[in-house]
């Protein structure tokens, strides 16, 4: 039986980048399809006390997500994959900090008009990115990141999580296997979490 994954991402965190990674090894390994969908760690964080750093990488989480929005609006979600994709391998294996260049190029890669790129410093369309990251968000809680994944439970519906956080990404086999797993954690009545500390940044391999 074919299941249906929901899948909620920030093309600048490197976390979500790894489990998305994986679930397109899922998709060729177990009987599902992914939905995917944008969520915003600037939104999440937004008039929270944050280290300056992040602040600053937060004021630039904006840019990619708004035209990853306006590419939907636009031309459906049929573009969110590939367009998400060739942000987040410049982004994240590639190490390109300058996220207006990652607009652009990725834009070009996926054959989108290079117009879309002036919403990433515009709020047109942020009613539309707030609704697409509060639809993710009110299934998991406020005290989580990205990404949000949601499947289905013991009962069809949805069960939505944080994770799995993953370094590096499973392949084959193994992906198929935590997927497994992930099925298992959400068809449990009353499962919330497990977690331990990170011991390692995120392997691109």
């Known amino acids: 039986m074919s299941i249906t994954a929901d899948f909620w991402f920030d093309p600048a965190c490197p976390w979500a980048w790894m489990t998305s990674r994986w679930m397109l090894e899922v ?28 602040v600053d990488l937060m004021k630039k989480a904006w840019g990619p997500v708004r035209v990853i929005i306006a590419a939907r609006n636009a031309h459906g979600d049929d573009v969110i994959l590939p367009l998400y994709t060739a942000m987040g391998t410049r982004i994240h294996p590639g190490n ?30 942020d009613d539309d990115l707030r609704a697409s990251h509060a639809e993710g968000i009110s299934l998991v809680g406020e005290d989580v990141g990205t990404p949000v994944i949601a499947v289905p439970g013991a009962d069809g519906k949805q069960i939505a999580f944080f994770g799995p956080v993953v370094t590096p990404t499973p392949r084959g086999d193994a992906a198929g ?14 499962f919330y979490e497990i977690k331990r500390t990170r011991t390692a940044g995120p392997s691109f391999e």
């Open 27 to 54: 998709e060729q390994v177990r009987e599902v399809s992914v939905r995917w969908h944008v969520m915003s760690l600037a939104v999440l964080n937004d008039g929270r006390d944050l280290p300056e750093k992040y």
């Open 96 to 125: 390109n900090e300058n996220f207006d260049a990652v607009i652009a190029e990725s834009l070009a890669e996926v054959g989108l008009p290079a117009a879309l790129a002036e919403f990433a410093h515009s709020d047109a369309v």
């Open 177 to 190: 296997r935590l997927w497994d797993g992930t099925l298992l954690v959400a068809g449990t009545p009353g």
